[in-house]
């Protein structure tokens, strides 16, 4: 029996802008005192009416085109309605006939997945369960939320997390959000059923629509627990797909497991129509080419860019893409037209020691702290032998952390490469001295001459040139000059 999963995925993203999708207020809402920022509007009361905000309608043309999308000229909103506690007027204002974005994709790693559409609606107010209570808070309920609809091409929940990972990566290149899925900026409704082949027929499980992950991680838990029950269920009852047994189910961390809730709804239970008191949007071709124009490099466009030019690896070339702000700081220490081997050396001190740096402070990148010139000064030094490729890796980090020239650390603390042949000779005939058993070692093996050349530059705190240690050393034990 083969199985295959087949996953599509409702992204929701909620967006920078200062003020909510249809009414004035701030759109902040993480960490805020419940309720404060709240109007008539977004508290749904009689007689209050909606305005849309320009910025989140432009903001979600831009995903779409990024996500390869289609915009429909002429658009407008809906009211989708259902009841529950977090929705006071008992409809959420969204799209579904006439989204402003349709029939896109996204390449994973020479796949092309569907994007069904990218539209605009409101989230919701946020619930808290507390003691068998549930508590509102409004001030989430209002604010700019782009939903991203893929098509069920995914097959696996490897391709899963990488196609929330590269959205998030667009929609941060594209600087509408921070995306930060902590911070329920960015959430994910996955759909499911199995693709079971046995006995040269195919059949299909019947669809579920899980709801209520509170993490990235649960997602992809919750699909792998459905990839089992589904599989188990269908060797016990043989039950497959139909229009009457799509079912949304919950997700309990706690026991690792999903449970049913309800029946899927289909659209028409939602009934769609024309929200009455906003106009239909109309997009001209201008716009449309003024918004393709203002769309940045992207990830991908990127990263080919790097390779051809920079002559990076397609491995160096994805990591330092994968976030904006990594990608900015390292453009501005090569400056403009960059030799490809100051390119890479640079991409190796980002990749490498800085990047190590951060991992362990457990901070951002600060681009305030790069400064071209510091870079190209330690590249040419490293080029003139003044400093090893070892000492660079060092002082570019505390560069970084001091705001310092590394030339100038490099000289206040002697890390400057020694090259002066008596100087090293010095060091060379106490290392040997030092380690009688390295140099019968040595006898026996010339090849075990690379412990030797290490206690040099141990001694000489990383600063002798490597290769005059090795040729001193060699000409020292061969001769048996010490």
């Known amino acids: 029996m083969k199985i295959t999963p087949i996953i599509g995925l409702e992204v929701h993203v909620e967006l920078n802008t200062k003020s909510k999708m249809f009414c004035a207020c701030s759109a902040q809402h993480f960490h805020i005192p419940p309720n404060s920022h709240t109007c008539p509007v977004c508290l749904s ?10 910025t989140a309608c432009l903001w ?43 029939g896109g994709f996204l390449k994973i790693d020479g796949q092309k997945i569907g994007i069904n559409r990218v539209h605009m609606e409101e989230d919701t107010a946020k619930s808290q369960h507390s003691d068998g209570s549930t508590l509102l808070d409004f001030n989430r309920s209002g604010v700019p939320l782009v939903e991203i609809v893929s098509e069920p091409d995914i097959y696996s929940v490897n391709l899963v997390k990488t196609y929330f990972q590269k959205i998030q990566q667009i929609v941060r290149y594209l600087k509408i959000s921070d995306a930060d899925v902590e911070k329920g900026q960015m959430r994910c409704e996955p759909t499911i059923n199995l693709k079971i082949e046995q006995n040269g027929q195919t059949f299909y499980t019947p669809l579920v629509e899980i709801k209520n992950v509170a993490s990235f991680t649960g997602v992809l838990q919750a699909l792998e627990y459905e990839i089992k029950r589904q599989s188990q269920e269908f060797k016990k009852t043989n039950q497959v797909k139909n229009d009457t047994n799509k079912t949304t189910r919950g997700w309990n961390p706690d026991k690792g497991s999903t449970f049913l809730q309800r029946q899927k709804e289909g659209s028409a239970d939602y009934r769609y129509f024309p929200e009455p008191d906003i106009p239909p949007i109309e997009w001209s071709k ?41 990608a900015f700081a390292y453009e501005k220490a090569i400056g403009k ?110 090849n075990t001459i690379g412990f ?19 040729q001193v050393l060699e000409k020292l034990l061969k001769n048996k000059q010490y």
């Open 60 to 102: 979600c043309l831009k995903l779409g085109l990024a996500l390869n999308c289609q915009i429909n000229k002429h658009s407008f909103f809906e009211r989708k309605n259902y009841f529950y506690p977090d929705l006071p007027k008992g409809y959420q204002i969204s799209q579904y006939q006439k989204p402003f974005t349709v």
């Open 337 to 446: 037209n960059p030799s490809q081997s100051f390119a890479k050396f640079v991409a190796n001190l980002f990749l490498g020691p800085l990047n190590k740096h951060l991992n362990e402070t457990e901070k951002q990148l600060d681009p305030n702290k790069i400064d071209h010139i510091f870079f190209k000064d330690l590249f040419d030094s490293v080029q003139k032998s003044k400093i090893s490729s070892t000492v660079a890796k060092q002082l570019i980090v505390k560069s970084y952390q001091t705001g310092q020239n590394p030339l100038k650390i490099a000289k206040s603390q002697n890390l400057l490469q020694i090259s002066d042949t008596v100087e090293i000779e010095k060091l060379v005939r106490q290392v040997i001295k030092d380690n009688p058993k390295a140099v019968e070692d040595y006898r026996n093996n010339p």
């Open 286 to 326: 201008k716009d449309i080419k003024k918004l393709k124009l203002s769309l940045p490099e992207l990830p991908d466009q990127k990263i080919e860019r790097y390779k051809k030019d920079f002559g990076l690896s397609d491995y160096d070339a994805v990591r330092l893409c994968e976030n904006p702000v990594f």
């Open 452 to 470: 030797l050349i290490g206690q040099v530059m141990q001694a000489s705190k990383g600063s002798a040139n490597p290769q005059l240690v090795k």
């Open 45 to 54: 009361l009689p007689g209050a009416l909606p305005v849309p905000n320009k």
